[in-house]
């Protein structure tokens, strides 16, 4: 018994001094430095994976050697469930699950029912999607729904199998995940995105192939270009096709033209066709940064809570979402290091035409952090 308040007791005496600085009014959201609101959360559920795609976990690196993290280090459902249920006092409206593959965490379908119950200040459900590479999904897709999710993004970089095989390097295929899209939307989750990373000279010649397949269906296939991401993948600006670039080829296919919305929170540019066959969306993360409306924060699967995908460090949650510490303290936890946001890093990396800045830390993986 003494040994555990012993523990408790250093637990808490490493602990932050409890900030005292000004939370928002009730229902208004907590801003950063540059007055961009709190409004989504990522969370990372597990960063292992069953692919491999060479652009985020290459085999060389990721191999069985790698050390991942033991499930005694990742938060439980009950620890995200809380941080989700704060992070809502203080603004956020959407979450996202991601990963490595989300669907590798056991029982996600329960931490889905877990946020599905969190309600925002002025009584909204959460706006609650996964990333997923869409392997899983033909024996999840109805689960998944059932719990409460709202909508579903897919990873897919090719139609054709051996380019898919060569930019994920799995043995399954690009129909595995089209039955498994097909799936996702039998169950009635109808709202897909379809995310493509282009890599130059690897599936660029799959940009008229995917568009070919999800025009004039429900599902927006959305093109990303390729990051420099953590610091693994060999990331070089030539590999990189510009979101132009794939616009001007799409184009001269399928006549496209822009469709405008509230840049604040977007993460995609989005066009439609001009014969109605739907939109296609554009995310340029490279050569057109949307820092100034990014109001995204990621929660890594121990806790760790990270203001930009390419930032080098966390600040560790898990440390108070263990420790014997009521809400209030989480809730000004996380308001303390919101406010304290200044990240901005497309925005530096494109002034420096593409040889962005980096932290001095080594930066996160994007198989850590989920994209
Ligand atoms: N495993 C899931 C999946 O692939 O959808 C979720 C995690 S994955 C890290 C999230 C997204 O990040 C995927 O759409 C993936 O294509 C994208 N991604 C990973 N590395 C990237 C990179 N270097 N550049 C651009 N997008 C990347
Ligand atoms: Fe896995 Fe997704 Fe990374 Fe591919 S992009 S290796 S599917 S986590
Ligand atoms: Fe947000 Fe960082 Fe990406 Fe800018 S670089 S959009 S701040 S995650």
């Not at 907590?30 to 709190?38: H, Q």
């Not at 060389?60 to 991942?68: A, I, K, R």
């Not at 992070?87 to 990963?99: D, H, M, P, Q, S």
């Not at 033209?257 to 939109?279: N, Q, S």
């Amino acid at each position: 018994m003494s040994k555990v308040i012993f523990l408790t007791e250093q637990r808490r005496a490493s602990l932050p001094e409890i900030w005292t600085g000004d939370l928002p009014a009730a229902g208004e959201p907590v801003r950063d430095l540059r007055a961009r609101p709190l409004r989504d959360l990522r969370i990372s559920v597990t960063d292992r994976c069953n692919f491999r795609c060479t652009y985020c976990m290459p085999r060389d690196v990721f191999d069985s050697h790698y050390t991942f993290m033991p499930h005694s280090a990742l938060l439980s459902f009950e620890e995200m469930a809380r941080a989700a249920r704060v992070f809502a006092e203080l603004g956020v409206e959407k979450i996202r699950l991601t990963g490595g593959e989300p669907l590798m965490r056991k029982n996600l379908e329960v931490l889905i029912a877990m946020l599905a119950e969190i309600r925002t200040p002025s009584g909204q459900p959460l706006d609650l999607t996964l990333t997923t590479n869409g392997s899983l999904l033909t024996r999840k897709g109805r689960a998944l729904k059932d719990a409460g999710l709202n909508r579903l993004t897919v990873s897919m970089d090719a139609l054709d199998d051996a380019t898919f095989q060569r930019m994920s390097d799995t043995d399954y295929t690009a129909s595995d995940v089209l039955r498994g899209i097909d799936a996702a939307a039998d169950a009635g989750l109808d709202n897909i995105k379809v995310n493509m990373v282009v890599r130059r000279g690897i599936n660029d010649d799959q940009i008229l192939p995917m568009a070919r397949q999800f025009r004039g269906t429900p599902h927006v296939l959305r093109f990303i270009e390729y990051m420099d991401v953590g610091s693994t993948n060999g990331w070089n600006l030539q590999d990189v096709v510009p979101s132009a670039e794939i616009v001007a080829r799409l184009g001269a296919a399928y006549p496209l033209a822009p469709l405008i919305d509230d840049p604040m929170g977007r993460v995609a540019e989005r066009w439609r066709y001009l014969d109605g066959a739907g939109e296609v969306g554009m995310i340029s993360s490279v050569t057109q940064a949307f820092c100034g409306g990014c109001t995204r924060a990621r929660l890594s699967p121990e806790g760790q809570l990270f203001l930009c995908l390419f930032a080098g460090h966390g600040h560790d949650l898990r440390e108070v979402l263990r420790g014997d510490q009521d809400d209030e303290r989480l809730r000004r936890r996380i308001a303390q290091i919101w406010t304290a946001r200044g990240d901005n890093y497309s925005e530096q990396r494109s002034a420096a035409t593409g040889q962005g800045p980096r932290d001095a830390e080594r930066p996160v993986e994007m198989s850590y952090i989920g994209g």
